[in-house]
């Protein structure tokens, strides 16, 4: 089994950055890529940002050249670096992991923009 652990959500001005982690853990054999997903009240799930663990990046077009998504230290991180937020990002963020053949879900990180 494998716990995924997001933080760093939180409240923040329009035009201001955020960045989020997430860190898996348990029994881990195999890891294809980690990503990010959001879903705003009212809204279905969307995928924000993706990364294999070969390094090829995916991005939402609404968050190209805002966000950043990365790995941490070891490939059982990532991190993702929210910058020129707008009232649209706010959403409940979920961090992804497809790891062991299986996909796993962290709980969610709330990021409210708002002035």
């Known amino acids: 089994q494998v716990q995924l652990v997001e933080s760093g959500g939180g409240l923040v001005q329009p035009g201001r950055s955020l960045r989020l982690s997430c860190a898996a853990s348990g029994s881990i054999r195999s890891i294809y890529g980690m990503g990010w997903y959001r879903q705003a009240p009212g809204k279905q799930r969307e995928l924000v940002a993706q990364?294999?663990?070969?390094?090829?990046?995916n991005y939402a077009d609404s968050v190209k050249d805002r966000f950043t998504i990365s790995w941490g230290n070891a490939k059982t991180t990532v991190n993702l670096q929210m910058n020129s937020l707008t009232f649209d990002d706010t959403a409940v963020y979920y961090c992804?992991?497809?790891?062991?053949?299986?996909?796993?879900w962290g709980q969610g990180t709330q990021v409210t923009v708002s002035s």
């Open positions: 992804n992991a497809a790891m062991n053949g299986y996909t796993y």
């Open positions: 990364i294999t663990s070969g390094g090829t990046l």
